[in-house]
């Protein structure tokens, strides 16, 4: 039977390449919606292949023009975070693929929560600033998560054959991020340029200073602490370069369950789309003897003094991971435009972090109201 799958982010790095899987199984899945923040001449290019009932850009503008630029074609064009949350939430919808980036895809993961049906969620940031709160909502309307970062995925493969209880410890693989080998003392001198292209994933700008930090990372254990209701001493982050293995599960017996492949972000995203089946892929086999070694070390706390933030936040949860995302976006965006150096984006984080009163047990517009905050707390730290 056909899924209508809807991707939210559909024009970036993993939105792209989950459309690839949907092409490559034409007689599994179907475009029902496509949305994307303002990209519209690659949005009008995909609506005109794929013609899906529905699409929106977030950016007005950018929706006008998409109007304007399919006329005729019969998709439907909604515009503004209503019009994203729209096809996220449409009736009749089977998967939606959360890919858009950072904080902004809160709402349409809600509203794709709230609709029920699987969620295949590659926007970290959701979890890390709502876990408990997206995790209620699924609860509640019977919909399913399926965590599309490749380590999560990894950890959430394994135990479809495993008893939950029976887990002891997940380690989370991290490739280290470009400046992996760069030596203390030259960090302050680092600039965006230097952190692209990144060495084993491809992605988006701000992700790959998020990977050149390893916020990504501290994200990532956020996002493990709610995907698998794990105390935060019982993730570990091991830096390990190849990005082969992407994590492993350890058991109450001493047996450790690894997750291996290629890094190809496609092999997450069509095992989301298809769960709990799996399709054939094209991929090129896996092929240990090409790889020659792996390499797994401890990462560096003096270097990379995010990631302890991510193991803080789970920790502490409330509203510190609305902060944790708000603050670091912010952040890098200072460190973008060449306004602060390398080294001061995790110690701003950080200094927010400290000065954030955390509202146990938030809801939605507690979450709003601390991500506004953080936002806040950031500009008035660097001005
Ligand atoms: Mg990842």
């Not at 019009?83 to 980036?101: H, L, N």
């Not at 990532?220 to 935060?232: C, K």
């Not at 047996?255 to 890094?263: D, K, N």
């Amino acid at each position: 039977m056909l899924r209508n799958v809807a991707i939210l982010g559909s024009t970036g790095s993993i939105g792209t390449q989950a459309l690839a899987v949907v092409e490559e199984h034409p007689e599994e899945f179907r475009v029902c919606g496509l949305a994307a923040r303002s990209s519209w001449r690659a949005l009008a290019r995909q609506v005109r292949s794929h013609r899906p009932p529905v699409a929106a850009l977030a950016d007005p503008a950018a929706a006008a023009a998409l109007s304007r630029e399919i006329a005729g074609v019969g998709t439907e064009v909604l515009s503004g975070e209503e019009g994203v949350c729209e096809v996220a939430g449409r009736p009749g919808t089977d998967v939606v693929v959360q890919a858009m980036a950072g904080a902004a895809g809160l709402p349409a993961s809600v509203a794709a929560l709230e609709r029920g049906g699987l969620l295949a969620l590659a926007n970290k940031e959701s979890m890390v600033l709502a876990g408990s709160v997206l995790l209620g909502i699924a609860a509640r309307t019977g919909a399913r998560i399926v965590p599309v970062d490749s380590e999560h995925s990894g950890v959430f493969q394994v135990l479809q054959s495993s008893r939950r209880e029976d887990l002891s410890r997940v380690v989370l693989t991290a490739s280290g991020g470009p400046f992996r080998d760069v030596p203390a003392f030259l960090f302050d001198v680092l600039a965006a340029r230097h952190a692209f292209p990144h060495p084993s994933w491809r992605m988006g700008e701000r992700m790959t200073i998020d990977s050149a930090t390893l916020m990504n990372k501290a994200f990532e254990v956020v996002e493990a602490r709610w995907f698998f209701d794990l105390a935060p001493e019982r993730i570990e982050v091991v830096v390990h370069p190849e990005s082969v293995v992407h994590s492993m599960v350890e058991f109450h017996d001493g047996s450790v369950l690894a997750q291996l492949g290629w890094p190809d972000m496609r092999v997450p995203i069509r095992y989301a789309l298809s769960f709990p089946r799996r399709f054939a892929s094209e991929a090129p086999h896996f092929d240990p003897s090409r790889l020659g070694r792996l390499t797994f070390e401890a990462p560096d706390p003096e270097r990379f003094p995010a990631l302890s933030l991510g193991f803080r936040v789970a920790r502490e949860g409330g509203t510190l991971g609305a902060v944790l995302t708000a603050a670091n976006e912010e952040a890098v965006g200072l460190f973008l435009a060449g306004r602060i150096p390398f080294p001061k984006i995790a110690r701003l984080v950080e200094t927010v972090l400290s000065r954030h009163v955390s509202f146990k047990e938030p809801g939605l517009a507690e979450i709003r109201r601390a991500d506004r905050w953080a936002r806040e707390e950031i500009a008035a730290c660097s001005a």
